[in-house]
């Protein structure tokens, strides 16, 4: 594991006051309009989701509202603003890397392929694709999926995997795509697919926000192992530095336990059920030295 040390400015506390006039294109904007745009997500419970009221909830968009008040720290204003936009898993990377949203509030992995075109801050979550069957279903691992039907959304790294896999080891797996998870939950509930291959956590959040959390069991080993992170605009250091900066802090300060709790120990929306998932150990091993340096 890479470690990193606090940036120096920002350990002897003079960062934000020293921030140039001009300090990268995404602060040179945040500055001028006094309004930090993030991108949400609509069903990925409990990191990003629309709840009851219409407004975005969840854990990672929390840690997003805390990069805001960091962001407009830093920048001397009186108040920053913030603008929502929902993004689906097909267009979540463009709506980042063509400006359109600041941050993306999410569960997206950080993986070299969106390293290309996209950055990322410190990981707020690690996890891995399992399966998502009904409660009665016979499936334990992958290979019991040979001659069956799993689902999975579209563009994401669960998907890439299992199409891999299935090729590799010529399962004979019939693949499908969703738009979203909620579709995807849906396939499998009705008996459109046999299972939902997606992060477990994610699998663990859509099946407690049903009304019949119990019909449903996630199963088998970790088919990936994902780190999901905040993106953010590739190739302006200024804006990513001082995001860096305070993702270390909250994590460091114990700020980011709390709010973890709060998503993953707690009752939460919509249906006020706990998840009841402790920190597992990959993301407490990351945190005791936390980077954006990821493996892979």
């Not at 920002?10 to 020293?18: N, S, W, Y």
Request: glycine fraction near 6%; charged fraction near 20%; proline fraction near 8%.
């Amino acid at each position: 594991m890479v470690r990193t040390a606090w940036p120096i400015l920002l350990a002897i506390g003079l960062g934000p006051a020293l921030l140039p006039a001009h300090a990268g294109p995404v602060l040179d904007r945040i500055r001028s309009t006094g309004t930090v745009v993030l991108a949400h997500r609509e069903s990925s419970v409990p990191f990003s989701f629309v709840g009851a009221d219409g407004k975005p909830v969840g854990y990672a968009v929390d840690l997003c509202l805390k990069l805001v008040e960091a962001v407009g720290k830093a920048l001397s204003l009186p108040q920053v603003g913030t603008k929502f936009v929902q993004v689906t898993p097909s267009n979540r990377i463009a709506m980042i890397e063509n400006n359109t949203a600041d941050l993306e509030c999410g569960s997206t992995t950080n993986n070299a392929e969106r390293r290309e075109k996209v950055a990322f801050t410190v990981p707020h979550y690690i996890t891995g694709a399992r399966y998502l069957v009904r409660a009665d279903s016979p499936i334990d691992v992958l290979r019991d999926f040979s001659g069956r039907k799993l689902v999975s959304t579209q563009a994401t790294t669960p998907l890439k995997a299992v199409t891999r896999a299935n090729s590799e080891y010529m399962l004979g797996i019939t693949l499908l795509e969703a738009p979203d998870h909620t579709r995807a939950v849906d396939m499998v509930a009705s008996g459109e697919a046999d299972g939902f291959v997606m992060d477990d956590v994610l699998l663990y959040g859509l099946a407690a926000g049903r009304p019949d959390p119990k019909a449903f069991k996630v199963v088998g080993k970790f088919l990936t192992i994902e780190p999901l992170a905040i993106m953010l605009p590739r190739n302006d250091p200024d804006f990513k530095k001082l995001v860096d900066a305070e993702m270390k802090r909250l994590i460091r300060s114990q700020e980011a336990h709390a709010i973890y709790e709060r998503w993953f120990q707690s009752p939460i929306p919509p249906s006020n059920r706990s998840l009841n998932l402790p920190m597992n150990y990959l993301l407490k091993d990351f945190w005791k030295y936390p980077t954006d340096q990821v493996p892979g």
